[in-house]
């Protein structure tokens, strides 16, 4: 079998359409198809089924997509391997984190582990959304839910609080919400989910609740928020690690502190594919930052 062909499956079946395997393989697309095609009748098989909008397998399509996935793992582990004698560890580990969690909590973490371990290059994006890892060629995904997705791996990297919070000034002006109805009626600073209604899930003695709101100022960049919050324009609703120093120095005051809130989820995770060859690199970096969650959990 032509394990360039086979290679070739992989990427498409990754890539998830001929466009983009073309980008990532710099070929063009008609390369692309001309050579899957010639696969497929060497097999006599066909191995793809072709949609508007993407490709899937067929049962033998991921059959030999497996074959292939774990074909080139080991040639990538046996690459790594020979490059390493007798050189520092090397690698590159491509991450997506949330805007607030990585600038405010993850970017110390980052730094400590470039110095650590200077040889590994570290390509970090800033962002909210859950991506689909095997089709947006992230290796590591950190992301703020209530449930991870059931295809990719999960490691737990500790729960997320969010306070209800204000600026000292604006509560003694205005006053804080002592109901959580009183969400409702309060100017909101928050962040939300893309094409959602904003809602509030709030637990109390094993219970949930959920408010939906109309917040005042919405933003995916929580540093932004932080500034809304401090600037006195109304109630914030944010994890705790956005305004943890001004709440401990008594610039911003919290309500509603018998209840659990939360807008995206109750934990953050770290989120990886499984079956997907990871470097040393990669796996050197999931056990860094795991262990960072976890001494910042037994000081919370």
């Known amino acids: 079998m032509d394990l360039n062909a086979l290679n070739l499956l992989v990427e498409i079946v990754e890539a998830g359409n001929l466009s983009e395997a073309a980008r990532r393989l710099r070929m063009s697309r008609a390369n692309v ?24 397998p067929t049962e033998i399509g991921e059959r030999l997509y497996a ?8 040639l990538a582990a046996a690459q790594e ?33 470039k110095r650590a371990f200077p040889g ?19 290796d590591i995904a950190v992301r703020v839910m209530s449930e991870p997705p059931q295809n990719l791996v999960a490691r737990d990297m500790g729960p997320v609080h969010y306070v209800a ?22 100017p909101l600073i928050t962040s939300s989910v893309q094409g959602r209604q904003v809602r509030v899930a709030a637990y109390l003695d094993q219970e949930r609740y959920e408010v939906s709101i109309e917040p005042t100022i919405i933003s995916e960049n929580f540093l932004f928020l932080r500034q809304a919050i401090l600037a006195g324009l109304g109630v914030g609703i944010v994890p705790d690690y956005v305004v943890k120093p001004e709440v401990e120095s008594g610039e911003v005051v919290t309500a509603l502190n018998a209840w659990r ?9 770290m989120l990886y594919m499984p079956g997907r060859h990871r470097t040393r690199a990669i796996t050197t970096f999931i056990d860094f930052m ?11």
Do not use: K
């Open 165 to 186: 919070c204000a600026a000292s000034g604006w509560a003694r002006e205005h006053g804080m919400p002592v109901q959580l109805e009183d969400l409702r009626a309060a």
């Open 81 to 113: 391997s020979v490059s390493e004698l007798g050189h520092s560890l090397q690698g590159r580990v491509r991450l997506s984190v949330p805007s607030g969690y990585g600038q405010l909590v993850m970017s110390e973490w980052l730094i400590a582990f």
């Open 261 to 269: 809130l939360s807008i995206f989820g109750i934990h953050m995770y």
């Open 120 to 138: 590994i290059v570290l390509d970090v994006m800033f962002e909210n959304r859950v991506e689909d890892l095997m089709r947006d060629e992230i």
């Open 33 to 56: 198809s001309f050579r899957l095609a010639q696969f497929e009748r060497s097999l006599g098989q066909q191995l793809l089924r072709r949609t508007t909008r993407r490709v899937e």
């Open 290 to 300: 795991l262990e960072r969650a976890a001494e910042a959990g037994r000081r919370a």
């Open 67 to 74: 074959h292939g996935r774990a074909i080139r793992a080991e």
